[in-house]
C-alpha cells in the first residue's frame, strides 16, 4: 500500500490552524495534515528542501493556501505552483478571511481550483473545512504523482 | 470613520461671495456690481455687445444725418454761386443794353442796337433761370420777380426810345439820349440785385457757419462713439475674462478636490479590505474556541457558563454580520455599475420568488401595480427590492394580514417615483432623517432583527443611479419608502 498523502495546510495564523485540524479531527483527517506557516515554507516543502529536505517524496493530496501570509503570499505560491509542470496537478483550494472581487478574480486567473471564504460562525467554519478535506482528501481521484510513479 | 452616506454634497465652491453693499465706499456702484454678477456670462457678454450695438448706431444716424446737411449746404452753395453769376451777367447785359440803345439814340447807328437785341431775345431765358435758382426762398422770389418787373419795363422804355428815334429822328429823343430811358429802372434793377447779391452771400455765410460746425460736431461724436465703444468692449472683456479667471480656478479647485478623494477612496478601499480578511479571523477564533470549549468542558458546565458561552458566540456571529454588512455597503459605493435597461415587474417577481421561504405561514395580500422599465443596474437594484420587500415583511410580522404594495408614480417623464407600502409597525415621523443612515434602527433588536445597513443601502444604490430615497409613515400605521429612478433613454 502506498503511504497516504498529506494534506498541505498553508495558515499563518495558529489559531485558525487548531481550529482547521480540530475540524479535520473527526474525521481522523488531522494526522494527514502539514501545516505551514507561510509562503515560503510552503514553497520549501513542495521542494522538499529546508526544513523539509528529508521528507518523503510525492505532492500533497491538496493544499489549502490562505491568501495572506508573510514573506510569500497565497497568490505567489498558487502562481508557482500552477507554473511547474510537476507542481501543477496539485488541487489547490484558496481558504480566505477575503470575499473582495480581485482576489476571487485573480485566484481563478492564476489556475486555483477553488476559492472558499472562510465563515465567521465556528460551525459553519467546521462544517466548510471537513467537507473540503473530506472531498479533496478522500472523495477526489488525486492526479498520478509523477515523481512517485517513476521511482 | 469612512462609512458614511454621502448625503451632503461638497461645499458650495461655485456661488460667489455676495458683495457686502454697506461696507463697499459706494453702494450704488456696488449694488450695480452685484446686480451684474448675478447676470450669467451669456447675458453680459450680450447686454456688453448690445449697447456697443445702440452706441454704434446712434452714432451713425447722427453722423449721417450731418453728412445730409453737408451735402445738401453744398447743393445750395453751388445754387447760390450759380445765382451770383447769373446776377453779374444780367447786369452786365442790362448796362450793355442801356449804353448801346444810348449811343443808337445818339448816333442812329443800328449796329448799337446788337446789344439790345440780344439782350431781348436772351432775357426770357436768364429769367426762368434766376426763377429757377431762387425758387427754394420766396424772399428772393418776390425780389426776382420785381427785377423781372423792372427789367421789362426798361426793355419797354427803350424799345419805346427806339422807335421815337426812328420815327422823330434825334431831336425827339435828346434828353433820353443824355440820361437814359430808363434810367431810375435801371438804378432800381441795380439795387435788386444788390440786395439778391447780399441775401444770397449772407445765406452763403450763414451755411458755411453751419456746415463747420455740423463737421465738427461729427468729428467730436466720432471720436465719442470711439471712445464709448473701447470702454464698453473693454468692461465686456473685464467681465469675460473676470468670469473665466473665477471658471478656471474653480476647475482648479474642483481637480485638487478630485485628487484628495481619488486619494481618500485608495485608502477607503485598503480599509475595508483589511476589514474584510483581518477583522473577521479574531471574531472566527471567538466563536471557535467557545464552541471548543463547551465541547471539552461538555457537563463540567452549568447552566449559566453555557449561557455566558453561547452569549459570546452569538456576540462574535452578530459582528461578523456588521462587518459582512459594512462589506457590502462599501462594495456598493465602489462597485462598477452597468446600465442597462431593466424590467421592474420581471425584478420583483423573482424576488418574491426568492423570498418565498420567508412568505410561508404569513397571510399578505399583495398589491403590485405594473412598474415602468427604468435604466440602471439590474443585481443592485434587486438588492433595492429584497431590501424594502424583506423590510416590508419583517416589519408586518406582528399583523393578522399583512398588506403590501408596490407601485410606481410618475410625475415628469424623465424620472418614475416607485413606493413599497405596507401596513405594520411604521415609525415616527421625528426619526425620518435616521431612517437611511447606516447602522440605525428604529426598533429595538429584540422585536426585530437586523444590523439596520438595508435603507443605508438602498439610499446609496439609488444616489448612485441619480435619483432620491425618501419615506412617510406614522407609528403603528404602516411604512412607505420611496425612490425615484431615471427612466430609461430609450423608453421616454
Known sequence: MTTVKPILLAEDNPRDAELALAAMEEHHLADKVVVCHDGAEVLDYLYCRGAFASRQQGNPVVVFLDLKMPKVDGLEVLRTIKNDVNLKPIPVVMLTSSREECDLAQSYALGANAYVVKPVEFHQFITAVKELSVFWGIINEPPPDSSESTN | ?492
Request: no cysteine.
Open chain 2, 1 to 492: 470613520m469612512a462609512f458614511v452616506a454621502q448625503e451632503h454634497p461638497v461645499a458650495p465652491i461655485l456661488s460667489e461671495p455676495a458683495p457686502d453693499g454697506s461696507r463697499s465706499p459706494t453702494p450704488k456702484i456696488g449694488k450695480l456690481m452685484e446686480w451684474l454678477t448675478h447676470w450669467s456670462i451669456e447675458r453680459r457678454v450680450l447686454a456688453g455687445f448690445g449697447l456697443v450695438f445702440a452706441g454704434i448706431v446712434v452714432i451713425s444716424a447722427i453722423s449721417y444725418r450731418n453728412t445730409s446737411v453737408l451735402i445738401e449746404n453744398s447743393r445750395l452753395d453751388s445754387k447760390s454761386h450759380e445765382l451770383v453769376q447769373l446776377l453779374d451777367s444780367v447786369g452786365e447785359a442790362l448796362d450793355a443794353t442801356e449804353r448801346g440803345h444810348r449811343r443808337y439814340l445818339v448816333t442812329g447807328e443800328e449796329s448799337y442796337l446788337k446789344f439790345y437785341q440780344s439782350t431781348v431775345e436772351q432775357m426770357p431765358e436768364y429769367l426762368q433761370y434766376l426763377r429757377g435758382l431762387t425758387n427754394e426762398w420766396p424772399e428772393q422770389q418776390s425780389r426776382v420777380a420785381t427785377l423781372e418787373e423792372l427789367i421789362a419795363r426798361q426793355l419797354d422804355a427803350e424799345a419805346r426810345a427806339i422807335t421815337r428815334r426812328e420815327k422823330d429822328g434825334y431831336e425827339a429823343v435828346r434828353h433820353l439820349a443824355l440820361s437814359g430811358a430808363a434810367k431810375n429802372e435801371l438804378e432800381r434793377i441795380h439795387f435788386i440785385m444788390t440786395e439778391l447779391d447780399a441775401a444770397e452771400q449772407r445765406a452763403l455765410q450763414a451755411r458755411v457757419g453751419q456746415s463747420t460746425g455740423s463737421t465738427r460736431n461729427t468729428i467730436a461724436l466720432l471720436g465719442l462713439g470711439a471712445l464709448l465703444q473701447l470702454v464698453l468692449l473693454a468692461s465686456v472683456y473685464f467681465l469675460i475674462h473676470h468670469d473665466v479667471t473665477e471658471r478656471r480656478r474653480v476647475a482648479t479647485e474642483l481637480e485638487s478636490r478630485g485628487e484628495l478623494l481619488q486619494a481618500a477612496n485608495k485608502e477607503l478601499e485598503a480599509f475595508s479590505y483589511s476589514v474584510s480578511h483581518d477583522l473577521r479571523a479574531p471574531l472566527r477564533h471567538i466563536d471557535g474556541y467557545a464552541a471548543l470549549l463547551s465541547k471539552a468542558a461538555g457537563e463540567a458546565l452549568n447552566d449559566k457558563a453555557r449561557r455566558y458561552l453561547q452569549t459570546i458566540s452569538d456576540s462574535a456571529k452578530q459582528m461578523g454580520q456588521l462587518i459582512d454588512d459594512l462589506l457590502v455597503f462599501s462594495r456598493m459605493g465602489r462597485q462598477d455599475m452597468l446600465r442597462t435597461t431593466v424590467n421592474l415587474d420581471q425584478l420583483v417577481k423573482t424576488v418574491l420568488h426568492d423570498l418565498h421561504l420567508d412568505l410561508q405561514g404569513r397571510t399578505i395580500s399583495w398589491t403590485i401595480s405594473p412598474l415602468p422599465p427604468v435604466s440602471g443596474d439590474p443585481a443592485m437594484l434587486r438588492q433595492v427590492f429584497v431590501n424594502l420587500i424583506s423590510n416590508a415583511l419583517k416589519f408586518t410580522a406582528t399583523r393578522p394580514e399583512a398588506k403590501i404594495e408596490i407601485g410606481a408614480i410618475r410625475r415628469n417623464p424623465n424620472e418614475v417615483e416607485i413606493f413599497v407600502r405596507d401596513n405594520g409597525v411604521g415609525f415616527d415621523m421625528q426619526y425620518v432623517n435616521k431612517l437611511f443612515g447606516v447602522f440605525q434602527r428604529l426598533h429595538r433588536s429584540e422585536e426585530f432583527e437586523g444590523t439596520g445597513i438595508g435603507l443605508a443601502n438602498v439610499r446609496r444604490i439609488i444616489h448612485r443611479h441619480g435619483g432620491r430615497t425618501w419615506a412617510e409613515g406614522a407609528l403603528d400605521q404602516g411604512a412607505t419608502i420611496y425612490f425615484s429612478l431615471p427612466v430609461a433613454r430609450s423608453l421616454k
